[in-house]
């Protein structure tokens, strides 16, 4: 019998002058990024929710506090590498995983291939196991006014 859980992950991070923009592992070239304590990707933080939540193992808030200095511009792929071996510590395996970016801009679609690569390696599952999406708000809110960029994320989870 086979044992599945999923889980919900939500992000938003505002957007800055003078930051480099990194989302779901890639660096991409635009005019403002995104401010945290963090690299403040925030779709790779939203997918480390979705993980957490899934085994119901608290939040990346609880497990990587924005006050510990060894966060500091910490590269969140590495959060994401110690969510999953958190995770296969407990003897849980992804099944898949489900991302949406609604940004205004940059265009997020030509990145989209690359990102799939790159949280796969970091997950140590295959591409096929990862979903990234993006949208606008159609410059609606936050996100509509080039203010922040939101992220949400799914997993599913399994074990035998
Ligand atoms: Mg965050």
């Not at 002058?17 to 995104?34: C, K, M």
């Not at 599952?125 to 922040?148: C, N, W, Y």
């Amino acid at each position: 019998m086979i044992d599945f859980r999923t889980g919900i992950g939500y992000d938003v991070h505002r957007l800055s002058e003078n930051r480099q923009l990194w989302l779901a592992g890639v660096l991409i070239p635009h005019t403002h990024g995104l401010l945290g304590h963090s690299d403040a990707d925030v779709a790779i933080h939203a997918l480390c929710d979705a993980l957490l939540g899934a085994a119901a193992l608290r939040d990346i808030g609880f497990h990587f506090p924005d006050t510990d200095p060894r966060f500091k511009g910490a590269d969140s792929k590495i959060l994401l590498a110690q969510v999953t071996t958190l995770l296969s510590q407990n003897d849980w395996n992804i099944s898949n995983v489900d991302i949406t970016i609604c940004a205004e801009a940059p265009k997020i679609n030509p990145h989209i291939p690359q990102m799939k690569t790159v949280l796969a390696e970091t997950m140590d599952i295959t591409p096929d196991r990862v979903s990234v999406k993006a949208t606008t708000t159609e410059q609606l809110g936050f996100t509509g006014r080039r203010e922040g960029i939101s992220a949400l994320a799914t997993a599913l989870i399994f074990r035998n």
